[in-house]
């Protein structure tokens, strides 16, 4: 089995000191393949520099709507040229999206919608952050043509679900399927296409249940992976490998092979 975490902060500096031997851990486990997403633009040049140390590493780059307040208008300009001068390396538009946490939904959706542009541009597959602002989320995204995307961490319905799926979008699971208060996402997901679905962890961040806020390593893609089995009806075997061709399509790394 091979398992690919499609979404983890590991270029954050709480990981600086154990980055190295975490990768060696993540390999041992095989978890070969790490998409890191990225949040405001001062991370690209550190997540390039990851992607070009380790070979497992996969940068994404994008700007968060969480730090809405401190992206500028020429961050998008920015964006522009770094898709256009890594284009060899940068695997996906993210993360971009909706914060309802967040004020401010006019500028959140100008920025939003200026990255989906660059993505359809590009023809990049975009990871979207959607925090209670799902159907606001695909008004916006029916006006572009995307190579598709990823819904990360999803957490809600079985028809929101199946409203993304409807779209071309892949469907990210996370911890929060390891969570016992979780019933509506956990059925959601139980009913999905095998073939939407990929595993993520969102570390540092996102805790499986049980472990404290800000803990989260990629390793914990096993302990999401043990949640899906016990509510999926296929073996290990075929959900995992099926989980490893979702990523490796939807990152358009299908001749990716790691050793
Ligand atoms: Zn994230």
Not at 72 to 86: G, T, V
Not at 157 to 178: A, M, N, R, W, Y
């Amino acid at each position: 089995m091979q398992f690919a975490d499609t979404h983890c902060h590991l270029d954050f500096c709480q990981f600086d000191l154990s980055r190295e031997l975490l990768l060696l851990e993540c390999h041992k486990a095989s978890i070969d393949l790490i998409i890191i997403p990225s949040t405001k633009h001062g991370g690209w040049d550190k997540i390039i520099q990851l992607g070009q140390q380790f070979h497992q590493l996969q940068p994404a780059l994008g700007l968060h709507p969480y730090f809405l307040s401190e992206h500028s208008e020429s961050d998008l300009d920015k964006l522009d040229s770094y898709l256009k001068h890594f284009a060899s390396s940068v695997v996906a538009v993210g993360e971009i999206g909706l914060d309802a946490l967040v004020g401010d939904f006019p500028l959140q959706q100008f920025f939003l919608e200026r990255q989906l542009d660059l993505a359809s541009r590009y023809q990049l597959p975009v990871i979207f952050h959607s925090r209670k602002m799902h159907s606001q989320l695909i008004k916006s995204l029916k006006k572009f043509d995307l190579p598709g995307g990823v819904v990360h961490s999803f957490s809600g319905s079985t028809q929101e679900l199946k409203q993304f799926v409807s779209l071309g979008l892949s469907i990210g699971v996370g911890s929060v399927i390891t969570w016992p208060g979780s019933k509506k996402t956990r059925k959601a997901i139980q009913d999905a296409p095998l073939e939407s679905l990929v595993l993520e962890t969102d570390a540092p961040d996102m805790p499986v249940v049980g472990e404290a806020k800000g803990q989260s390593t990629p390793l914990n893609v096993l302990k999401v992976f043990e949640s899906l089995c016990q509510i999926r009806l296929e073996s290990p075997e075929n959900l995992s490998s099926a989980l490893w061709e979702n990523s490796l399509r939807l990152f358009n790394k299908s001749n990716y092979t790691f050793f």
